[in-house]
T-cell receptor
Framework: AQSVTQPDIHITVSEGASLELRCNYS??????LFWYVQSPGQGLQLLLK??????LVQGIKGFEAEFKRSQSSFNLRKPSVHWSDAAEYFC?????????FGKGTRLHILP | DGGITQSPKYLFRKEGQNVTLSCEQN?????MYWYRQDPGQGLRLIYY???????QKGDIAEGYSVSREKKESFPLTVTSAQKNPTAFYLC??????????????FGEGSRLTVL
């Protein structure tokens, strides 16, 4: 079955440190890939997307993600996190017109 | 500014009561969606609509109903048949109907608590 896996339920990093959130999908073809962010009690906001072309994509708020076909991964990165980045992050894929979300990774920032 | 408005933000209901959550968008988007979010479960699709007067069940439609009489509006009714309705409900929309690009615009959510 098609699935999206975010292996880390919680991640804690210090402010100013680098960040990488993992996302893997299981499907033979290359889907459309997305990262969304959700602040507490709010809706989701699109951070970035990959459809085709350059495998390193830039998003809003200084985030980037790299698509690696060989690993079926689409990891989200940020070189230096800010306290305002504390939120829940969701990876999503679209395949055959169906949107599948991962279960999310909650990011905690230490001052 | 264009966007999606969900109301109410917080709602309490007694067991056995139906409740309707409102979702309005002024983005001129064709497709609209309802998701349910529970802690640690991600987002699960309840219903979606790609065009006025048409909608399809998602993964967890039992105990819910929707209507799409206008392009801008996609209300969700949580019926008394829904066994565990306490959750955070998110409405979303997307521009296209021919091929889902996955670019969703979300409302701020409605938190339903059943007492």
């Amino acid at each position: 079955a098609q699935s999206v896996t975010q292996p880390d339920i919680h991640i804690t990093v210090s402010e100013g440190a680098s960040l990488e959130l993992r996302c893997n999908y299981s499907y033979g073809a290359t889907p459309y890939l997305f990262w969304y962010v959700q602040s507490p009690g709010q809706g989701l906001q699109l951070l970035l997307k990959y459809f085709s072309g350059d495998t390193l994509v830039q998003g809003i708020k200084g985030f980037e993600a790299e698509f690696k076909r060989s690993q079926s991964s689409f990891n989200l990165r940020k070189p230096s996190v800010h306290w305002s980045d504390a939120a829940e992050y969701f990876c999503a894929v679209v395949l055959d017109d169906k949107i599948i979300f991962g279960k999310g990774t909650r990011l905690h920032i230490l001052p | 500014d264009g966007g999606i408005t969900q109301s109410p933000k917080y709602l309490f209901r007694k067991e056995g009561q139906n409740v309707t959550l409102s979702c309005e968008q002024n983005l001129n988007h064709d497709a609209m969606y309802w998701y349910r979010q529970d802690p640690g479960q991600g987002l699960r699709l309840i219903y979606y609509s790609q065009i006025v007067n048409d909608f399809q069940k998602g993964d967890i439609a039992e105990g819910y109903s929707v209507s799409r009489e206008k392009k801008e509006s996609f209300p969700l009714t949580v019926t008394s048949a829904q066994k565990n309705p306490t959750a955070f409900y998110l409405c979303a929309s997307s521009k296209t109907t021919s091929g889902n690009t996955g670019e969703l615009f979300f409302g701020e959510g409605s938190r339903l608590t059943v007492l």
